[in-house]
Every structure is written in structure tokens, then in C-alpha cells.
């Protein structure tokens, strides 16, 4: 059980350092378009939000990833397992329970849940974010269509 464990913190760190690092990048990335001046406001808000969603889905992907990995190295679920759907059923919560994982490691497919819902909230506040720093500079530059009301 302690090897369990130790997994999970691993590929959980791991998972985290992803998203943090894409977090960075996509904050970044949506800071320095949402400060340019545009003559369709709405548009691009919409590419703002469009890009950091497609960030993030590309972070839990290769997060969703590195569980498979670990899936293999520790031989985790059955022989012939499709190991990059399992963790993709684990870590989305979605639990069809076709795959079992082996009686040694049944913990990991909660961990990977739990890792799963963490990284979900995460980016639903990233996206929370920057939508709310979009708009606020739209506003504040008076795009057409927007006033501070937006912001609220």
C-alpha cells in the first residue's frame, strides 16, 4: 500500500508541475493578447478563451499521459489493457469499471480521480480568471459593446 501511495504522490507531483506550467503559459499568453486594442471585441475574447481552454486540454491530456505511463511501469491494470483509456476513465471520474486495475495497486485509480478533480477545478478557476482580466480590459479600454457592467 505504501508503494501505492508513493506512485501516486509521484505522478501526482508530476501532473501538478504540468499544469502549472501551462497555467503560467496560458495566463501569459492570454495577459498579452487580452491587452491588445481590437476592432471586434467579442471575437476576440472568444480566441482568448478558445486558446487557454485548448491549453488546458492539451495539460490533461499529457497529464492523463504520464498516469498511463505509470500504469505500465507498475503494471497497474491486466494484461492487454488499454492503459491510456483507463486512466482516461479514472482520471475523468467517468468509472465504466470495464478495466480493474490488479488487486496490488486498487488504489490508484482513486488516486487518479482525485488527481483528475484537482487539475478540473484548477483550470475551471484559470479560465474563471481569465475571462474575468479579458473583460476587465476591454472595458477599460472601451471596446465597443463593453462597459464595467461586464465586468460584474
Do not use: C
Not at 28 to 33: K, P
Not at 41 to 60: E, F, K, Q, S, Y
Not at 63 to 75: K, N
Amino acid at each position: 500500500m505504501t508503494l501505492q501511495f508513493l506512485v501516486g504522490a509521484v505522478v501526482s507531483g508530476i501532473n501538478i508541475m504540468i499544469h502549472a506550467m501551462v497555467t503560467v503559459g496560458a495566463i501569459g499568453i492570454a495577459r498579452s493578447a487580452g491587452l491588445r486594442h481590437t476592432a471586434w471585441p467579442r471575437l476576440h475574447l472568444m480566441a482568448v478563451m478558445v486558446a487557454t481552454a485548448t491549453a488546458l486540454m492539451i495539460a490533461h491530456t499529457l497529464e492523463i499521459l504520464v498516469w498511463s505511463l505509470a500504469y505500465r511501469i507498475f503494471r497497474v491494470a491486466p494484461a492487454g489493457s488499454d492503459l491510456i483509456y483507463f486512466a482516461f476513465v479514472n482520471y475523468t471520474t467517468l468509472g465504466y469499471g470495464d478495466i480493474t486495475p490488479v488487486e496490488a495497486w486498487r488504489l490508484t485509480g482513486p488516486m487518479t480521480a482525485m488527481n483528475g478533480i484537482l487539475m478540473f477545478g484548477w483550470s475551471t478557476a484559470v479560465l474563471f480568471e481569465v475571462l474575468r482580466k479579458t473583460l476587465e480590459h476591454l472595458a477599460a479600454i472601451a471596446a465597443p459593446d463593453f462597459s464595467s457592467e461586464d465586468r460584474d
